[in-house]
């Protein structure tokens, strides 16, 4: 199971729970989960990482959005959360965007690693070097 697929499916859990007004699985990380919980309208909020978990953040809010009221659970990952760096020469030779990274569970990130690893150092890159056309500097086999 990925990061993404464990965050989907602990996601619609405890907001099945939440609608159900039952205290979800995980730990609840405010002191208003009681009248927050009272609130008609639920929805789901920002996800945030840690070294060794998630934590899911929910909506509460009235209609007319008089009150609003975010709740954040702290859930446990199956093993830990590791942060996949975009390397600095992608940044420096490709492109300069703002994307930094990406979190994954810690053998995703391996099995990810590996797979980039296998394709620079063992893999045929001829297909690579035959998308340039004609390129002078080629060695002739």
Do not use: C
Not at 39 to 53: K, S
């Amino acid at each position: 199971m990925t990061l993404r697929e464990f965050i989907a499916e602990k996601r619609n859990t405890i907001l099945e729970q939440l609608k159900l007004h039952q205290k979800p699985e995980g730990r609840i990380l405010s002191e208003h989960f009681d009248e927050a919980i009272q609130l008609p309208i639920i929805q789901l909020g920002a996800i945030r990482y840690t070294p060794h978990g998630v934590i899911l953040e929910y909506s509460f809010r009235s209609e007319g959005d008089t009150q609003v009221i975010i709740i954040p659970i702290s859930v446990h990952t199956p093993e830990p959360v590791v942060f996949l760096p975009v390397p600095h020469w992608v940044h420096a030779q490709i492109w300069q965007g703002e994307v930094k990274g990406s979190f994954h569970l810690a053998s995703e990130a391996r099995m990810l690693v590996d797979e980039l690893v296998h394709d620079v150092f063992n893999s045929q890159q001829t297909a690579a070097f035959e998308t340039q056309g004609d390129n002078p500097y080629q060695r002739e086999s």
